[in-house]
């Protein structure tokens, strides 16, 4: 009987092995894609509302200027109305300027452009009856 656990015991150890096989160590497992149309389905409703909610967070963490926070804002834009989407054009041509700049005596008062687009879009969001900070 003991011959048997210990059998059972190793195809257990050895299958549970083989889930790592598929990928190098340390690499950490994804979970299954979910069509970003059906998350912009759910979450944005009303439509806009995912798109400040980004932009409040982002104005909240002040991290506008990093990689990815603008294009994020700009992509789930995608779903928002008119004067939202616009909106992000906007900060996303600012944003596009701002980066061009880095390292240029512009780069200050791009920065500060990129400010005043996401708080104009703040403008933007509230008049569209979005609740964007606090």
Same mark, same amino acid.
């Given at each position: 009987?003991?011959?048997?656990?210990?059998?059972?015991?190793?195809?257990?150890?050895?299958?549970?092995?083989?889930?790592?096989?598929?990928?190098?160590?340390?690499?950490?497992?994804?979970?299954?894609?979910?069509?970003?149309?059906?998350?912009?389905?759910?979450?944005?409703?009303?439509?806009?509302?995912?798109?400040?909610?980004?932009?409040?967070?982002?104005?909240?963490? @002040?991290?506008?200027?990093?990689? +990815?926070?603008?294009?994020?804002? &700009?992509? #789930? $834009?995608?779903? /928002?109305?008119? %004067?939202? =989407?616009? @909106?992000?054009?906007?900060?996303? +041509?600012?944003?596009?300027?701002? &980066?061009? #700049? $880095?390292?240029? /005596?512009?780069? %200050?008062? =791009?920065? @500060?452009?990129?400010?005043a687009a996401a708080a104009?879009?703040?403008? &933007?969001? #509230?008049?569209?009856?979005?609740?964007?900070?606090g």
């Amino acid at each position: 009987m003991l011959r048997w656990s210990l059998i059972g015991l190793q195809t257990t150890v050895l299958l549970a092995g083989c889930t790592s096989v598929s990928r190098p160590q340390g690499e950490p497992s994804t979970p299954p894609a979910v069509s970003s149309a059906v998350l912009s389905a759910v979450v944005d409703d009303p439509p806009g509302t995912a798109t400040c909610a980004l932009l409040a967070d982002a104005i909240g963490k @002040a991290n506008l200027m990093q990689d +990815g926070i603008v294009d994020g804002i &700009v992509a #789930a $834009s995608s779903t /928002a109305d008119a %004067p939202v =989407a616009d @909106a992000a054009q906007r900060l996303a +041509g600012t944003y596009r300027t701002a &980066v061009e #700049a $880095s390292g240029q /005596a512009s780069e %200050p008062d =791009a920065i @500060a452009d990129v400010s005043a687009a996401a708080a104009d879009m703040s403008s &933007v969001c #509230a008049d569209s009856g979005l609740r964007t900070v606090g």
